[in-house]
């Protein structure tokens, strides 16, 4: 059909590219792919507000900063890079994503930190707001439609730098991306399964490539 009119610049060019890989990888039209940015655009409800104490930064131990400045030197740089970073359950490692967030932010760089479960989702989320506070924005399912526009509408403005949230947070209008974190990205959660077919770690990887942006593992 003719257009009428454009409401909006939903889609951008490095959005269309990610849209085009996923057409190409996973055998789905165009369309369907392009819908994963797009958003229902419905009246917004106050979201519960987030009602954290603040907190500082942690002394990091010698493996933790190394980690942190390996990560930082390539964001200055620009470049894309993979990273796996390893450590069993409590050695630290949401400690070296908030660190490497926080340096983000301070830039005005923006960051998606994907967790595998939407039941983790709020403990996440609780532990990057009590560090950044408003530049904070969650994604994820069990959302209204109301407040996930809400937050699309925080991180499309650019007031909130960071996104926390499962695999659909992946496809938020994320400012100056300059980092993806998936964090235990074996997790078999990370596999979308209905259509559009897609591997969020293998969208992920093409998204830092095209943004010049760092992915951990």
Same mark, same amino acid.
């Given at each position: ?18 849209? @085009? ?21 419905? /009246?917004?409800?106050?979201?519960? @507000?987030?009602?954290? @104490? ?24 620009? /470049? ?21 967030? /926080? ?23 609780? =532990? ?38 499962? =695999? ?32 969020? =770690?293998?969208?992920?990887? @093409? ?11």
């Amino acid at each position: 059909k003719s257009i009428i009119s454009v409401t909006g610049d939903v889609i951008n060019q490095n959005d269309f590219k990610v849209a @085009e890989f996923i057409a190409s990888k996973y055998y789905c039209n165009l369309g369907a792919a392009l819908n994963l940015f797009c958003i229902d655009k419905v /009246k917004c409800q106050k979201s519960k @507000e987030f009602n954290f @104490e603040r907190t500082v930064d942690f002394a990091a131990n010698d493996e933790q900063k190394f980690a942190i400045d390996r990560f930082i030197k390539w964001i200055d740089e620009e /470049k894309f890079r993979e990273f796996l970073l390893y450590g069993v359950t409590g050695s630290g490692k949401t400690e070296v994503y908030l660190q490497t967030v /926080k340096y983000l932010a301070e830039q005005g760089k923006g960051a998606i930190v994907l967790v595998p479960e939407i039941s983790l989702t709020p403990q996440t989320v609780k =532990r990057f707001v009590e560090r950044l506070g408003d530049k904070v924005a969650v994604i994820h399912s069990r959302l209204t439609k109301g407040q996930k526009y809400e937050q699309w509408l925080k991180i499309k403005s650019g007031e909130s730098l960071v996104v926390v949230g499962a =695999r659909s947070a992946l496809f938020t209008p994320v400012h100056n991306l300059s980092a993806i974190i998936l964090d235990e990205e074996h997790d078999p959660s990370y596999k979308s399964g209905q259509t559009p077919l897609y591997h969020a =770690r293998e969208v992920a990887e @093409e998204m830092c490539r095209i943004h010049n942006a760092i992915l951990i593992l």
